[in-house]
């Protein structure tokens, strides 16, 4: 049978500064990562023949007319929220295999903090950039949960939270042991939006709730930023210059129903327990094989979730598993080694594959030493996942 | 009194339809015409067997609390007013699951599987929300 095992790899890796007010269109927040990027793999714009994007901030026309792409050959949109960049190295992953793209850039960025939907408001609707388009989720948010007063992603996730804590005992002190490993490894990382601001368990417990069981300090930053990686094949890969980081094993995942987060058989069956299995299976490795993981983390209680559904621990096992001390750079699975969306900054967790692959180069700030195997995931949306699992 | 300022129910195609049974205060969700399974959010054809024919048929209006979330701090500025404000997700006997409020009752004291029955609040002339109320 066919397969994706080792047939793609990652070749270069760019990033912005990750700010609050970038002054700058999204636009071009992402065509300066997408340079950043291009260059690190030893390419030029023009060498780039595919665009694979995450939702609609930016369109695949106005990236192909500003880096002068004379042939773009294989374009396409992920809709699948913070899940979508790492779906989107799925779609790059076949388009090179297949021989449809050499080389794919995958780009994300937003103005997550300047020009969210509120400030939108406040600024009269003044704006550099694309708004967000309506999704599959608006119906059951605008018919269904809006009228109530659940409006936001926190309010509908913090659902999940409350039903887990009642069933298995997950406790304010577990979800923290996610915050502090990300602010701890963010002290590590210059570029990260929290460097230099250390965290206590005190001053978790003291922030502010905003809605049960979520405070201030279990909730990912909002940041201005953009990030872009580019993927080719194994063999392309070969001539370029950094060590290539190599796509294993891949996977995406959808609940069912994708667009009602109430009405789920199981409600902690999320589009990652799906795909997990298949991702594990592609690359012929387990669980305990991973050296470090990247964790979408929107809130502290979603990575908890997302580590059940991977398999690093039964269910119910989560909480104690994060208060044990692992996810921590001296645990046996240190997780978001750069800071995360928690205390690096919220790119919809692009910026998680450009740490996992600079991991895998060990040239990471913050090294997870020796370490071979790396895993990704995304989250978006009600619950729809995606992982990779890269290898040096 | 101010006029409604929070979301209205947007009421396009079978969701209006929804809407316009808790108008009459009725609760009335899909149910499969052929295999008798129940649905919400409203849909085109069943997801269990495929049939497209339904009908829109009347609940108990029992159910119990599944989850919930205690908002403490309005993200919307028409919601201030209410905090401390629970959004609860109640099964129904029947199965499907609403998000809702449970009133008459202080966030402290929501548990999972706690007894609730539907009460009908006209919020506006034109639209009524199903909200809950502990069983008597
Ligand atoms: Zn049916």
């Known amino acids: 049978m066919q397969t994706l095992k080792d047939r793609a790899c ?90 449809l793209a050499t080389h794919v850039l995958i780009p994300f960025g937003w103005n997550g903090f300047s020009e969210t939907p509120v400030k939108r408001r406040s600024s009269g609707g003044k704006t550099y950039s694309l708004r967000p388009p309506e999704n599959a989720m608006t119906a059951s948010v605008r018919n269904y949960y809006a009228p109530y007063g659940a409006v936001a992603p926190m309010h509908y996730y913090a659902w999940l939270a409350t039903r887990h804590r009642q069933l ?44 049960t069981p979520f405070r201030v300090l279990d909730c990912c930053l909002e940041t201005d930023g953009a990030c872009a990686v580019v993927v080719t094949s194994a063999e392309r890969a070969r001539d370029l210059p950094h060590d290539p980081v190599y796509i294993m094993g891949i996977a995406e995942g959808h609940p069912l129903p994708a667009d009602d987060l109430a009405n789920r058989a199981d409600p902690f069956a999320i589009g990652l327990s799906y795909a997990a299995p298949k991702a594990f299976a592609m690359a012929g490795v387990s669980p305990r094989d991973i050296d470090f993981v990247e964790i979408y983390d929107c809130f502290t209680y979603v990575v908890l979730l997302q580590l059940e559904a991977l398999g690093f621990c039964r269910r119910g096992e989560a909480g104690p598993f994060a208060a044990e001390g692992r996810l921590r750079i001296d645990g046996d699975l240190p997780c978001n080694t750069h800071g995360g969306l928690l205390s690096e900054a919220h790119v919809w967790g692009l910026n998680h594959v450009v740490e996992a692959t600079r991991q895998l180069r060990h040239e990471a700030p913050l090294q997870v030493r020796d370490c071979e195997l790396g895993l990704v995931t995304g989250w978006g949306d009600f619950g729809d996942g995606s992982l990779v699992i890269l290898r040096r | 009194m101010g006029e409604y300022g929070k979301p209205l129910p947007r009421g396009e195609g079978y969701h209006g339809d929804f809407y316009r049974f808790c108008k009459q205060h009725e609760l009335r969700f899909q149910r499969c015409a052929d295999c008798q399974a129940w649905r919400h959010p409203p849909r085109e054809c069943c997801p269990h067997c495929g049939a497209f024919a339904w009908r829109w048929e009347q609940v108990s209006g029992k159910g119990q609390v599944y989850s919930w979330t205690v908002v403490q701090r309005a993200l919307h500025p028409a919601f201030a007013e209410d905090v401390p404000y629970a959004v609860v997700i109640v099964e129904l006997a029947e199965g499907v699951r609403l998000v809702s409020r449970v009133l008459d009752l202080p966030p402290q004291e929501l548990r999972l599987g706690l007894p609730v029955e539907v009460v009908f609040v006209d919020v506006t002339p034109e639209v009524t929300l199903p909200m809950f109320r502990p069983c008597r």
């Open chain 1, 10 to 99: 990652i070749v270069g890796v760019g990033e912005t500064a990750y700010t609050r007010g970038s002054g700058k269109s999204v636009l071009r927040l992402v065509l300066e990562a997408a340079r950043y990027a291009i260059a690190d793999a030893g390419l030029q714009p023009h060498d780039i023949d595919g665009l694979v994007l995450s939702a609609h901030y930016v369109n695949q026309e106005q990236l192909a007319a500003n880096l002068g792409i004379p042939d773009l050959r294989y374009a396409t949109t992920v809709q699948m929220g913070g899940a979508s960049p790492v779906a989107a190295l799925q779609s790059a992953a076949m388009a090179v295999a297949c021989g």
């Open chain 1, 168 to 211: 298995y005992g997950t406790t304010d002190e577990q979800m923290a042991a996610v915050a502090l490993a990300c602010r701890e490894h963010a002290q590590h990382n210059p570029k990260a939006y929290m460097y230099g601001r250390p965290l206590t368990l005190e001053d978790y417990l003291n922030s502010p709730i905003l809605a």
